[in-house]
T-cell receptor, first 114, second 115 residues
Framework: NAGVTQTPKFQVLKTGQSMTLQCAQD?????MYWYRQDPGMGLRLIYY???????DKGEVPNGYNVSRLNKREFSLRLESAAPSQTSVYFC?????????????FGSGTRLTVV | AQSVTQLGSHVSVSEGALVLLRCNYS??????LFWYVQYPNQGLQLLLK??????LVKGINGFEAEFKKSETSFHLTKPSAHMSDAAEYFC?????????????FGGGTRLMVKP
């Protein structure tokens, strides 16, 4: 099925470990986004990529890095995980140039840092 | 800067009762507004969107929302709640002059439906 695929779905890390969350979309969308979801805070933007080859910081970028590998793939890396990064991470994509075009979301990665 | 406020982090209704989830936005220019639904352990699914055409927008699963510019509101309603409507609902806004066209989300409202 067409959409946004995130891997892994669940992950437990120890403080200080690193990992990369993977995201791929097959809808030929230009823009891709990483959000984190925490109780009572809705979704907050970590990083986004408006088009292949560009990335920009969102609201809460500290502790994260991203790579727009190609048009399909946008990865999020935690270099040294901290308990404050325990969250549910969502990747999303959309078509650029159509302002009223909604986002398509992946099913999320549930990350626990102990 | 744009922002979204959802009044009530938890709303409980009886099955068959009216559902009303409140959303107010702040935007310096005419916005585009969205409602998303998240079922347990799933991603976000688009319910409906306002795109500057009709102010009353109909979405999936019998939901609708009305854009009221004078009240800066975009409340979500459904005439009769069903058990399957239990989920978390997010209101979101895009400003149409935002180069990145990024969604800003409200804090979410968890809807509980009692039998």
């Amino acid at each position: 099925n067409a959409g946004v695929t995130q891997t892994p779905k669940f992950q437990v890390l120890k403080t200080g470990q690193s990992m990369t969350l993977q995201c791929a979309q097959d809808m030929n969308h230009n823009s891709m986004y990483w959000y984190r979801q925490d109780p009572g805070m809705g979704l907050r933007l970590i990083y986004y990529s408006a088009s292949e080859g560009t990335t920009d910081k969102g609201e809460v970028p500290n502790g994260y890095n991203v790579s727009r590998l190609n048009k399909r793939e946008f990865s999020l890396r935690l270099e040294s995980a901290a308990p404050s990064q325990t969250s549910v991470y969502f990747c999303a994509s959309r078509m650029t140039g159509i302002t009223n075009y909604g986002y398509t979301f992946g099913s999320g990665t549930r990350l626990t840092v102990v | 800067a744009q922002s979204v406020t959802q009044l009530g982090s938890h709303v409980s209704v009886s099955e068959g009762a009216l559902v009303l989830l409140r959303c107010n936005y702040s935007s310096s220019v005419p916005p585009y507004l969205f409602w998303y639904v998240q079922y347990p352990n799933q991603g976000l699914q688009l319910l409906l969107k306002y795109t500057s055409a009709a102010t009353l927008v109909k979405g999936i699963n019998g939901f609708e929302a009305e854009f009221k510019k004078s009240e800066t509101s975009f409340h979500l309603t459904k005439p009769s709640a069903h058990m399957s409507d239990a989920a978390e609902y997010f209101c979101a806004v895009i400003e149409n002059n935002n180069a990145g066209n990024m969604l800003t989300f409200g804090g979410g409202t968890r809807l509980m439906v009692k039998p």
